[in-house]
């Protein structure tokens, strides 16, 4: 029996440049003009001054765990030959936050503020998804 297929992201207007540097392997950060605050998730406001533009910035693809949960148990059926795998929190060095997964190391080996730094995942549907590995910082 084949799984089921992994979901897929739902694009919308906010988020469709983002998923689209994904593709390309560039993980971007909305940008507000005004302020200049990077943020995520992608939005049409700024949640600091309430700006309306905003520019799309490259990062570093570096950052910090903040926090992280190891899922033993797979809730959807196309994750169970995953577990135990890392569901986390990271803190990117241009400051937002992305929930994403911790891979390339065992599940015990994560601890809050480990440096890790971006790794793709190309998924068949046609999008890559920002994992993170541990990072020598
Ligand atoms: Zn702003």
Redesign the pocket.
């Known amino acids: 029996m084949t799984a089921p297929a992994k979901p897929a992201p739902r694009l919308n207007a906010d988020s469709r440049p983002f998923w689209e540097a994904c593709r390309s392997h560039r993980l971007q950060v909305q940008q ?1 003009t ?4 990077a943020r995520w998730p992608p939005a049409f406001l ?1 949640p ?4 309306k533009e905003a520019q799309w910035r490259d990062c570093s693809g570096r950052g910090r765990v903040y926090s992280y949960v190891v899922y033993h148990k797979a809730f959807h059926p196309a994750f169970k030959t995953d577990v135990p795998y890392v569901v986390a929190i990271v803190t990117l060095a241009e400051g937002p936050c992305l929930v994403s997964n911790i891979v390339g190391c065992d599940p015990s080996e994560v601890y809050c503020e480990m440096p890790v730094e971006v790794t793709w995942a190309d998924r068949p549907a046609g999008f890559s998804l920002p994992l993170f590995k541990p990072s020598n910082m």
Do not use: V
């Open positions: 507000c005004a302020c200049g605050l700024c600091r001054c309430h700006g």
